[in-house]
């Protein structure tokens, strides 16, 4: 998914994060979102949670849009025209409807829910993606992850994975990136990363044994879920530091609660993030803005019908550095 906002924020973040280990999380942090159009007439609307000024990174996970459910009859559905992405992978999950993806590779994949694509842009990718006709409530997250500099400049890749769920007493497990509750994804990673879809029941509480040398962050879908001691909300995002060894997730309402787990080592390089690029400088940042605009880096999306999406205008302030709090 692009970015599309007409005045993003340029953001400098990363940088090592010392944490005392425990075997139960503590100190949970909840982020709440902020809503960003996908524009046009009638704006698909996404409520992001990261980056944002608490928080710009879980691990290498440097982006999070959530959005739905939406009637598309009412909202025109998604409609992104090809844009371009440096120095990161896009990670489409959907709960219910269907997307179209092209891309500059020529590859043309449907995204389905609880089916995982993932696209690797390394130095240059463009991308479209489109609701498809069949679908009537478009529902899902969008995230991104940043490529540390070793492997920031890599070949252009797409892979589609279908986790099978774990079914417990309590919940619905879909591992789609890394390893949880014994099930691991085959779907390599840059960083060590978790990327999970947890279904709890009604009043169901689950505990998981995770990485102590990961962070974490609860996505809450729907529902209200007790993080270890600390409520989250849908469309929030509770935040876990390193150290936990034990996550312990309460689904406090009378209906399903649906989150999405998110881990990673911390991220200890500084990137910098404005539009769809990920950058190590202003300069490189300028580079690519001004390639896509006229140069063959990104290549080009077969079988969209309709124009690139043109960059956004460059700030005319110098860059703020912006952290991670230690």
């Keep these: ?9 340029e953001l400098r973040c990363g940088g090592a994060v010392d944490a005392e280990r425990s075997t139960e999380a503590a100190g949970v942090d909840v982020l709440t979102p902020r809503d960003v159009p996908l524009g046009g007439p009638r704006a698909m609307t996404v409520r992001r949670t990261l980056p944002q000024r608490a928080r710009t990174l879980i691990g290498a996970w440097c982006f999070a849009d959530h959005y739905g459910p939406d009637d598309v009859s009412v909202t025109g559905g998604m409609d992104v025209a090809p844009h371009p992405h440096t120095g990161l992978q896009t990670v489409s999950w959907l709960f219910t409807g269907e997307i179209e993806h092209r891309d500059s590779m020529g590859n043309h994949a449907l995204v389905r829910p609880g089916e995982l694509n993932l696209m690797t842009g ?45 079914l417990t007493g309590e919940a619905e497990i879909r591992v789609f990136l890394g390893s949880l509750a014994g099930r691991i994804s085959p779907v390599p990673t840059f960083t060590p990363l978790l990327g999970a879809e947890i279904v709890l029941q009604p009043r169901a509480t689950l505990t998981l044994a995770v990485d102590p040398a990961f962070e974490h962050g609860l996505l809450v879908d729907q529902g209200q879920v007790r993080l270890a001691d600390t409520l989250v909300g849908p469309s929030e995002l509770g935040y876990v530091p390193p150290g936990a060894a034990v996550l312990t997730l309460t689904n406090e309402s009378d209906d399903i609660a649906r989150t999405v787990l998110l881990g990673g080592t911390p991220f200890g390089e500084e990137i910098i993030m404005w539009w769809n690029f990920i950058c190590r400088s202003h300069e490189e940042i300028v580079e690519a803005r001004d390639e896509w605009m006229s140069g063959d880096r990104f290549g080009s999306v077969q079988g969209y019908d309709g124009a690139p999406l043109p960059a956004p205008e460059l700030p005319r302030v110098p860059l703020k550095p912006r952290r991670n709090p230690s």
């Design 122 to 166: 390394g130095y240059g990718i463009s991308h479209s993606e489109v609701s498809t006709p069949r679908t009537t409530i478009l529902h899902g997250v969008q995230l991104w992850v940043a490529l540390p500099e070793e492997h920031r400049h890599t070949e252009r890749d797409f892979q589609h994975y279908a986790p099978e769920p774990l």
């Design 1 to 9: 998914m692009s970015n599309v906002e007409t005045k993003p924020m």
